[in-house]
């Protein structure tokens, strides 16, 4: 599993969780400024660079391993498109009361 990961589970999941939470923050800051949704991809292969240098630096994890990589990008990248759908139903239901309501966390559906 740890040559999967490029370092010991533990630390993959506890820095893969830290920068979660900037994931999650990043997908909310693209919906609360109204920016399509593929601005997250670039935005989740950096906060894996990011992962990945400090499971190296502080944990003597393997600094190029690409599975290790693809799998943290992959997790990132789905907790900021989970953040942004949310926030986008918010937002639409929020600002068009009028022509929305919710349907569900993460969609909105058209006013009977």
Excluded: K
């Amino acid at each position: 599993m740890a040559a999967l990961l490029g370092a010991t589970p533990a630390s993959f999941v506890a820095m893969t969780l830290i920068f979660g939470a900037a994931a999650l923050a990043t997908g909310r800051a693209l919906a609360r400024n109204w920016r399509p949704l593929w601005h997250a991809v670039p935005y989740a292969a950096l906060l894996a660079l990011g992962d990945r240098f400090l499971l190296y630096a502080l944990f003597r994890g393997e600094l190029l391993s690409s599975s290790g990589y693809a799998l943290a990008a992959a997790i990132l990248l789905l907790l900021a498109v989970i953040a942004y759908q949310a926030s986008r139903a918010r937002l639409m239901v929020r600002q068009y009361p009028w022509l929305y309501e919710p349907a569900g966390p993460f969609s909105w559906r058209e006013r009977r």
